[in-house]
């Protein structure tokens, strides 16, 4: 489907035409280590990627203004407005550049809102990554990143989408090449259930569990955890059903819960024990939202 067809309008610039996709982040691990002053969390955190995501296509306007349109199975839930971060984003880089000329951007919104997956982090990514391009900007990945995380704590490890240890709020980022895990399948699984991050965070009983190993696979898999489980649980006791089905399937290396719920995640040896994962939980629990993909390689 073309971009007039998709209602971009009559006049559009084919050679300033681009796309970005809003990949799934996944946090192998989440330790929250501290409460700071700020408000803000200490973490420490491993973020993957998935291969899919939400989809956000744009190009140049010449009047200046920035438009979103929003399209897809979780369109109906999400403003396209001000408050939008694919908004935000976009707003902050035209200030930032003094960039006179605006874009049209449609976003196909195919992942849960207010799910643990980084939905709206990484499709703010996306529009900072789309708009550089589009408007062939010239500026320094250091500043892009601090554009980022005034966004939001996890958008600047979305920018790269590759895998990446995480900590403090999100601005320490350090690249983290964890064998054996690029292009592992993954499965995700979301009961229908939309988490606030702030009330999950609330919950965390405030003890310190121990810092992160994420330079293993095994490691990863027997000594890490995601320490807002329990409380992402007090508000969603669907999240345990979830980890109670992922658990029972052949193949399985390791399933837990990303960020602050309510998607979960599972990782397995091959695609095919993946999708008979995939088709026995389609059938028994029909009203989940169930996405198969892979790791991402970057």
Request: charged residues 25%; proline residues 4%; negative net charge.
């Amino acid at each position: 489907m073309s971009l007039h067809e998709q209602g971009f309008g009559q006049s559009v610039n084919i050679a300033a035409q681009d796309s970005e996709i809003a990949y799934a982040k996944i946090n192998l691990a989440l330790h929250v280590r501290a409460r700071r002053d700020d408000g803000y969390h200490d973490l420490e955190s491993l973020f993957a990627f998935a291969e899919d995501g939400d989809r956000l296509d744009g190009h140049v306007t010449d009047d200046g203004r920035i438009t979103l349109q929003v399209s897809g199975p979780f369109a109906a839930s999400l403003d396209p407005g001000e408050g939008n971060l694919v908004m935000k984003a976009a707003k902050a880089l035209q200030a930032r550049l003094g960039e006179s000329r605006g874009a049209a951007l449609h976003l196909a919104k195919k992942l849960p809102l207010a799910s643990g997956i980084g939905g709206g982090s990484a499709d703010a990514a996306a529009a900072l990554r789309l708009l550089v391009r589009l408007w062939d900007a010239k500026v320094a990945p250091s500043a892009l990143e601090d554009m980022a995380l005034a966004i939001g704590s996890d958008v600047p490890a979305c920018l790269d989408s590759r895998t990446r240890l995480v900590r403090g709020r999100g601005e320490k980022l350090e690249d983290r090449e964890v064998p054996g895990l690029a292009g592992l399948p993954l499965l995700l699984v979301n009961p229908g259930v939309a988490l606030s991050t702030g009330r999950v965070f609330a919950g965390w009983d405030g003890v310190d569990r121990g810092p992160l190993g994420a330079d293993d696979l095994a490691r990863l898999c027997e000594e890490g955890r995601n320490d807002l489980e329990a409380a992402a649980m007090a508000v969603a006791p669907a999240i345990c059903d979830v980890l109670d089905a992922l658990s029972r399937w052949d193949g399985r290396r390791l399933s837990r819960m990303s960020g602050s719920g309510a998607t979960c995640f599972a990782l397995f040896d091959t695609g095919e024990q993946r999708q008979a994962a995939a088709s026995g939980l389609r059938i028994d629990h029909p009203g989940w939202w169930i996405m198969e993909t892979r790791i991402r390689t970057a």
